[in-house]
């Protein structure tokens, strides 16, 4: 006998009509950062809603005969609270401290609002942060961790120093900046964990098959990356690392796991930041 987790997996379609609303609200993310098009995020977010909203009143009038499933309406609404949070604030890589503290807020905010409403007003606890998920690690993910470190070895170098995005961070050449490019993105590292993974993905996963809900997320994660600073030829790197940490926490259900390959992941990306903008001080370290 199926136990009731697994048949409700089943019961997720990878295809619904719930799927325009989703795609709708999704879509808003390359609006706000890839697009730079503030009014159609406004426009792709309200008509997802408005979508939404239709399609749960269709459910909750059918809810009666076959139980009432997760909210789509609210679901939805959670994850447009937390892009518009975002939005706000420009994500141009900067390491002053009214930048630092900006992005602390608007970041921090995007997580904690859709928290709180899922929890204290909706009541529902859609969002959680399970720290240790399925239990120890196995050999595989161990070996997953240093396998990251020497992708991102080989990879990162060529592709931020060839493409030339390095510069869409700021120059660190002092003790300081080093430092506060240190603190950042392992900082931003784990914000994305927390909003894309724990947040989107989740939420998105109550209503669709989990390749639809990772492909959905992957959406609005590459798109804020765009924003970030990961251009030119990024995506070919971003849309395969958004979709395996989409994998990855399925599969583990620890967000400790998914935060370590991150931040192994974002440790090579801070030493090639400094490399690139320091010629000479890591050339040993690196082959470009």
Not at 183 to 204: K, N, P, R, S
């Amino acid at each position: 006998m199926k136990s009731h987790s697994t048949a409700a997996a089943t019961a997720r379609p990878v295809v619904s009509w719930a799927l325009l609303p989703a795609v709708l609200v999704c879509l808003a993310a390359p609006a706000f950062f890839v697009l730079m098009l503030p009014w159609l995020g406004w426009a792709l977010l309200g008509a997802g809603l408005v979508a939404a909203w239709v399609m749960q009143r269709r459910a909750d009038a059918a809810s009666a005969s076959r139980g009432a499933g997760p909210n789509l309406l609210r679901d939805l609404s959670l994850i447009a609270v937390g892009l518009l949070i975002v939005s706000v604030i420009p994500l141009k890589a900067e390491l002053d401290n009214l930048a630092m503290l900006r992005f602390t807020a608007a970041l921090g905010g995007a997580v904690v609002v859709p928290y709180v409403i899922s929890r204290w007003v909706y009541r529902d606890r859609a969002i959680s942060f399970p720290w240790r998920g399925g239990g120890r690690w196995t050999l595989f993910q161990w070996t997953w961790l240093v396998a990251v470190l020497v992708l991102g070895w080989l990879i990162l170098p060529y592709y931020f120093i060839t493409s030339g995005v390095y510069e869409n961070w700021p120059v660190v050449d002092t003790p300081d900046l080093i430092a506060r490019l240190f603190v950042g993105v392992g900082a931003v590292g784990i914000w994305d964990e927390l909003f894309f993974i724990c947040t989107c993905f989740v939420l998105l996963r109550r209503h669709f098959a989990d390749a639809t809900a990772n492909v959905l997320q992957a959406i609005v994660f590459v798109s804020f990356l765009w924003e970030l600073g990961y251009q030119a030829w990024g995506p070919m790197l971003t849309i395969p690392f958004a979709l395996l940490q989409g994998f990855i926490f399925m599969k583990t259900r620890s967000l400790a796991y998914v935060v370590t390959v991150h931040l192994l992941f974002d440790a090579v990306v801070f030493l090639v930041l400094v490399h690139a903008h320091n010629p000479g001080m890591l050339d040993g370290l690196f082959l470009v």
